[in-house]
Nanobody, 116 residues
Framework: QVQLVQSGGGLVQPGGSLRLSCEGS????????MNWYRQAPGKERELVAA????????NYAGSVKGRFIISRDNAQNSVYLQMNNLKPEDTAVYYC?????????WGQGTQVTVSS
């Protein structure tokens, strides 16, 4: 079965950095685009970053462009989100995501808290 297992996250001060990881299993990781979403308290889940299967295309939400970097290692079946210059408004639960045919799969979620 498809599984996405996340790691990373935690508490960081404004201006700091964190790296999230997501390892996929149960599917051919290398042929699917991968996404990172986040959901802040009281807000809808939003797409933060997306990367194509070969890393040839990467897209970012305007609020994180220039600060976050999405990458992947198909040999490790993993996708990453490097988050730099973090702001309090980046505080949210972050999820990795993959769409396979008509199904959507989510990681378990990772809390990121940006606070002094």
């Amino acid at each position: 079965q498809v599984q996405l297992v996340q790691s990373g996250g935690g508490l960081v001060q404004p201006g700091g950095s964190l790296r999230l990881s997501c390892e996929g299993s149960g599917f051919t990781f290398s042929i699917y685009s991968m996404n990172w979403y986040r959901q802040a308290p009281g807000k809808e889940r939003e797409l933060v970053a997306a990367i194509s299967s070969t890393s040839g295309a990467r897209n970012y939400a305007g609020s994180v462009k220039g600060r976050f970097i999405i990458s992947r290692d198909n040999a490790q079946n993993s996708v990453y989100l490097q988050m730099n210059n973090l702001k309090p408004e980046d505080t949210a639960v972050y999820y990795c995501n993959v769409r396979i045919l008509n199904s959507v799969y989510w990681g378990q979620g990772t809390q990121v808290t940006v606070s002094s």
